[in-house]
């Protein structure tokens, strides 16, 4: 487990908007290491974990976007029945929300990583030492 940046671009709801800040990225030779998106509104946010998030910032600035960062944590899991239960069944008992989470399990492999945005950073790592 361990405890990453999050950069969060906020985008125009409209078709291109997640291209151009993939392609912004790709020119700096940034590597998205994991991604959501989703909403509703006239402005979306676009949830992003790189690999240099101080230079993403600013590259995403240059095009003029509003730019925020946050700690979550990522933690790689085995791929088994039962292991979301156990990591939300410790949050919930230390009184933990899950304001939101992603995660992504690529076809053959044996493990994933689950990126949690919580209330609580330090009280969540500590609860979910050892996985």
């Keep these: ?21 993939a392609r912004a990225l ?12 989703y909403g509703n509104g006239s402005e ?4 992003l974990l790189v690999t240099s998030p101080a230079r993403a910032r600013m590259v995403l600035r240059d095009l003029d976007l509003r730019v925020t ?11 088994k029945p039962g292991t979301l239960a156990e990591i939300a069944e410790r949050l919930a008992e230390a009184h933990i929300n899950v304001d939101y989470s992603y995660t992504t399990v690529a076809k053959g492999t044996t493990k994933s990583d689950l990126v949690l945005a919580v209330s609580d950073l330090a009280g ?6 050892g996985l």
Excluded: H, Y
């Design 44 to 47: 979306i946010p676009v949830r």
């Design 69 to 79: 960062e946050e700690d979550v944590l990522r933690l790689t899991l085995p791929d």
């Design 124 to 129: 969540a790592a500590k609860v979910l030492k």
């Design 1 to 21: 487990m361990s405890k990453a940046k999050q950069v969060t671009v906020w985008v125009d709801s409209s078709p291109g908007q997640i291209a151009r800040v």
């Design 26 to 37: 790709a020119r700096a030779r940034i590597n998205i290491t994991a991604f959501i998106c």
